[in-house]
């Protein structure tokens, strides 16, 4: 729990203040005189009357009670002056940007458990340790530089680490993105960043809060409470982008399943911040540059008119946007020529619209306007730098005047970064935001407008849960027998080919009755079955399968064979993969080798929903196969969806499921049909 003293406190002790700016407790106290804190400013330092001009006491004891208390001290003396600051001096938030703890060794781990319990007890919070500090509007808890002028319509940041939230802040500067807050949470010892979204999401107020949330964050601990806040935040109006570092497929385990091998940490994270609706950045440039565009109003379609005085940065603008889905609609008629009839000789309004490097502000006016009333353009991009010939602020002054009253979004592309660097820091003050680089910038446009948000949850499809406890609790770890598989598809209503496992002659010969030729013999025993030749197709007659037999018999550790119809259709892939705190990933594509061989698969988080189980479905590049091609039927998408949501409904009643793969189905304009599943258990 964030409380209000930390947000808004009316006083604050910084404890191992100093007159040494070069010192974290001489940093933030030069920052929270800057900023002009308006509550009661105190210091301790035990050499000093005054600090900064700021009255000194020798020890924490001496101090009058304050509500918040930033230490800047060794990590060892930090329990102590907490609970002196918690016990007697009745503070209720606490900011540590001491190092020397958990990261540090055993010692340090000790002293960060002992702070928690005394901060829990007195019903406290803490940010930190290890960290730069906060800052909100009422003040500037922080020891680094910059520290932004902080409004509440700026971003939020949350950052994992200090030093990543000062580069965040400089990118951000640069292209004149006002801050709201600054949260380091360091450590994260009590308050990480799943509890300062909670904490802004139940303040949230539409057009009141910060509009955009950038996060950087190292590691999630806590998933179920960042995919519950950031969509309830998305709900109320609020867009959230991101960086998740340290992920990568070194981090994965061993995996013997199809699905295992493909699904890794980083693609957890994938399917966590669709499902949360976050946009996923890679860098700090894209996550700021994703951010100024979030700023912006959101686009209400997907035709773009570029506005320019330079040709080349036009055309690498119009083919990021073309190949991201973005159209840039061509421009014609009338009221196109009107337009060129108002701009020098040599101009263009097809789209581009190209006015020329003397291309004034009167024009830039008209330009605009008739983008906003006569064009079919549902948001505008200008670029306008300066040849270093003369100054452009009019056309700047114009430019922010268009963008804040522009029914259409408009986004600013201001290249000359040293030629009209005035006019492009005048522009930022007066509250305009900026791109230095098209291309960037058109990346970010086509991921925002590209991202959809899919928040609407619904059931289930129903399964009965009582016959897959059954199979589970009575069942060991490991692979689960084909009569096992088969038991748990049924409880989960997934429809699957007729199977028989067959380990003497006579009971194949029996099976083949009951089934009937043509069918397929498949080895039970080894985990993947193709590469031991152990599967075979289309068997017609008994002389080939009693062959067949003594053949897939003599295979290493093989115990059986299982013979099924032999069914047609397109070979199609759905799986699932347990990942630690995440739940269960579900991932579908095309089937048989295809799944190593292309791997083109989609990944959602369980639960699945009708939408994200669609949007699997069409996410893959293989769709065209799903829809038909070359006069073929294609696949029963809807049955499709409905068997991604049986799977993740059998993950739901069977948690202890670790990895499990359905491959081949075989799908068809009627019907899908597992064909083959493994499935291995945890307990």
Known sequence: MITKELVSPRSIAVIGASDDIHKPGGAV????????????????????????????????????????????????????AVETLCSKKRCKALIILSAGFHEDGPEGTLYEQKIVEIMNKAGASLIGPNCIGVATPNYGGIFTQPVPKLTEKGIDIISGSG??????????????????????????????IEEVLCHLDQNYK?????????????????????????RSLIEKGARIVAIKSGVSEAGSRA??????AMASPDKAVDALFSKAGIIRCRCRTELVTVAAVLMHPLPKGKKMAIVTHAGGPAVMLTDTLSTNGISIPKI??????????????????????????????????EILDSCNKDFDVDSISVIFGNPGL???????????????????????????????????????????????????????????????????????????????????????????SPEQVQTLLDGAGINRAKEIVASTPDDLRIGAIEIGFPLVMKVVGPVHKSDV???????????????????????????????????????????????????????????????????DTSVALSPVSKAEADKMIKRLKGYSIIEGIRGSTGVNEILFNETIRRVSALCKAAPEIFEMDINPLLGNAKSITAVDARIRIEK
């Open 29 to 80: 106290l030069k920052n929270l005189i800057s900023g002009k804190f308006k509550g009661k400013l105190m210091a301790v330092n035990p050499k000093s009357e005054t600090v900064q001009g700021i009255k000194c006491f020798k020890t924490v004891e001496e101090l009058p009670q304050t509500e918040l208390a930033i230490l800047a001290i060794p990590a060892k003396f930090c329990p102590d």
């Open 163 to 192: 030093a990543t939230i000062v580069f965040i802040i400089e990118a951000a500067s640069q292209l004149g993105l006002p801050i709201s807050s600054v949260f380091s949470v360091g450590n994260s010892a009590q308050i990480g």
């Open 206 to 230: 539409h057009g009141k809060s910060a509009p955009v949330i950038m996060l950087y964050i190292e590691s999630i601990t806590k998933p179920d409470l960042l995919l519950k806040h950031s």
């Open 255 to 260: 995996a013997s399943s199809h699905t295992g």
């Open 332 to 365: 014609e008629g009338k009221k196109a020529e009107v337009l060129l009839s108002k701009l020098y000789p040599g101009s263009s309004v097809n789209n581009p619209i190209d006015f020329l490097a003397t291309g004034s502000a009167d024009q830039l006016n």
């Open 390 to 480: 003369n100054t452009v602020y009019d056309v700047y002054d114009k430019l922010l005047e268009k963008v804040k009253t522009s029914p259409k979004p408009i986004y600013s592309v201001l290249p000359s970064i040293v030629n009209a660097r005035d006019e492009t820091e005048k522009f930022r003050q007066m509250g305009g935001i900026s791109f230095p680089d098209e291309v960037l910038m058109g990346e970010a446009i086509a991921k925002v407008i590209n991202s959809e948000l899919s928040l609407k949850e619904d059931s289930q499809p129903p399964v009965d849960t009582k016959i897959i406890r059954g199979v589970i609790e009575s069942a060991v770890n490991g692979y689960l």
């Open 533 to 599: 030749s152990g599967v075979v197709l289309n068997i017609t007659d008994e002389e080939t399968m009693l062959l067949e037999f003594n053949r897939m018999m003599r295979i290493p550790k093989a115990t059986a064979i299982l013979i099924q119809p032999m069914l047609s259709g397109e070979q199609l892939f759905i799986g699932a993969k347990r990942e630690e705190n995440f739940g269960h990933l579900i991932m579908c594509g095309l089937g048989g080798i295809y799944v190593e061989v292309l791997k």
